[in-house]
T-cell receptor, first 112, second 113 residues
Framework: QKEVEQNSGPLSVPEGAIASLNCTYS??????FFWYRQYSGKSPELIMF????GDKEDGRFTAQLNKASQYVSLLIRDSQPSDSATYLC????????????FGKGTRLHILP | EAEVAQSPRYKITEKSQAVAFWCDPI?????LYWYRQILGQGPELLVQ????????DSQLPKDRFSAERLKGVDSTLKIQPAELGDSAMYLC???????????FGPGTRLTVT
């Protein structure tokens, strides 16, 4: 059973600080990794995707992938109250037909 | 910007009744997904289509749920009869192809009374 694990939180971070969200996965052959943001009562919104080891930056967001350690993280710089949401990690398998598995999400609370 | 469309946005139904949800994916997206999400949980895949073909429905309760994507474009998910435990958010997503990033519609909030 392929699994994607996230700390459920809540993770509380002061406004302006860096929020760090982590995700581990069980399938060593996984090739695609996604971060979604979900506000309460709304549908998930794609923030970042990463396929290669290392860092990928987009504005205030940085995704970090370490396939050897089987974890992927999301850093949010200069955290804003509007970043308060649940962040879902999703991982795709190594085969084309493998379905994407979602974690249960981490609740992030930015303290004004 | 292209979006995934879903309707209705909200649905209240009594148990044992039939209910149907509709989804129109982003134009050109071959892969369409139906998810169910219970509060505090991640999305759970119910069914995945590649064009008009089902490629994964292993988690779909086939005794009461059905899904179709007849022309490989829009899709319908049906529940008959609805049960109290079906109350959840039903999400549709689409992607250019399998394993590409998925884009979600606004979802349908189902309440079964």
């Amino acid at each position: 059973q392929k699994e994607v694990e996230q700390n459920s939180g809540p993770l509380s971070v002061p406004e302006g600080a860096i929020a760090s969200l982590n995700c581990t996965y069980s399938d060593r052959g996984s090739q695609s990794f996604f971060w979604y943001r979900q506000y309460s009562g709304k549908s998930p919104e794609l923030i970042m995707f990463i396929y290669s080891n290392g860092d990928k930056e987009d504005g205030r967001f940085t995704a970090q992938l370490n396939k050897a350690s089987q974890y992927v993280s999301l850093l949010i710089r200069d955290s804003q109250p509007s970043d308060s949401a649940t962040y879902l990690c999703a991982v795709g398998g190594g085969n084309r037909d493998d379905k994407i598995i979602f974690g249960k999400g981490t609740r992030l609370h930015i303290l004004p | 910007e292209a979006e995934v469309a879903q309707s209705p946005r909200y649905k209240i139904t009594e148990k044992s009744q039939a209910v149907a949800f509709w989804c129109d994916p982003i134009s050109g997206h071959a892969t369409l997904y139906w998810y169910r999400q219970i509060l505090g949980q991640g999305p759970e895949l119910l069914v995945q289509f590649q064009d008009e073909s089902v490629v994964d429905d292993s988690q779909l309760p086939k005794d009461r749920f059905s899904a179709e994507r007849l022309k490989g474009v829009d899709s319908t998910l049906k529940i008959q009869p609805a049960e109290l435990g079906d109350s959840a958010m039903y999400l549709c997503a689409s992607s250019l192809d399998i394993s590409y990033e998925q884009y979600f519609g606004p979802g349908t909030r189902l309440t079964v009374t």
